[in-house]
């Protein structure tokens, strides 16, 4: 999908991309192959094709961070077909919601094969170099709440890679409501144990533990292990259908 996104480029909005995947022009090679007319002047055609020839350029060198900063959060996910299969899958508990007031108690990380669990107290501090090592960070809605607590619990802590939140994709397909209710909708599975745990009762575990109760953190961390967990099917359903959504029945052979 990556090859076939246009957006990133000056002057090119939704409504144009649309009409160049209409046309024909569905990858970046369509484009530098076919010239295809666009409604602007020739010094804006030429800065939209060296996008396209240095997007090129910077996805064979595999350099992630470009296009971690050309595309908006809302397109990020367009390049799980590249990076996807090495990306960090992400999901934290806190003490409440307002990062000036509450920190980070749990971290969850997942590389696809196995998740690893960040403790306050423990080895939280040991997060910023696991996380470091991945080209793709997957949450959801983790722009608005995962990401931005974290930095401000590690002020130095960059997120320089592409980061998919699927809150983006998957409420394009039309999933609405937030992470557990698209789980029920899509026939992902939990535990009964971890069913029916929301937001909240995650604070409310973590006070627990802070008392004493062992039992309370291991319930903590199986919530989390799977809160992190789920969102590698949900990554996959929602790269595959909104893909197949916006480019029709005949997407380019790759990315």
Do not use: C
Not at 123 to 152: H, W
Not at 228 to 244: D, K, Q, S, T
């Amino acid at each position: 999908m990556i090859r076939s996104t246009f957006v990133h480029a000056p002057w090119v909005g939704y409504p144009t991309e649309s009409r160049l995947w209409r046309e024909g022009v569905r990858t970046w090679d369509d484009f530098l192959e076919r010239n295809p007319r666009l409604r602007v002047g020739t010094d804006r055609r030429r800065a939209i094709q060296q996008e396209v020839e240095r997007s090129r350029s910077r996805l064979k060198a595999g350099d992630y961070r470009y296009f971690a900063r050309r595309l908006k959060p809302r397109d990020q996910w367009r390049a799980i077909g590249e990076w996807g299969d090495r990306a960090m899958f992400l999901d934290i508990e806190t003490t409440g919601l307002r990062r000036n007031r509450h920190h980070v108690t749990v971290i969850g990380l997942n590389d696809g094969k196995r998740t690893r669990q960040f403790i306050e107290g423990v080895d939280l501090d040991e997060f910023p170099a696991a996380i470091s090592k991945a080209p793709m960070v997957v949450t959801f809605n983790g722009s608005r709440f995962d990401l931005p607590f974290l930095q401000g619990w590690w002020p130095q802590l960059r997120f320089e890679q592409i980061h998919a939140d699927l809150l983006y994709p998957l409420h394009a397909l039309g999933l609405s409501g937030g992470l557990k209710e698209i789980e029920t909708t899509l026939g992902v599975e939990r535990t009964e144990e971890t069913r029916n745990i929301r937001g909240y009762d995650a604070v409310k575990l973590w006070r627990r533990f802070e008392r004493g109760d062992e039992d309370a953190l291991d319930l903590l961390l199986e919530y989390n292990r799977q809160d992190v967990e789920n969102l590698v099917p949900l990554m996959h359903h929602a790269y595959r259908n909104l893909r197949a959504r916006i480019l029709g029945a005949r997407p380019p052979a790759t990315g």
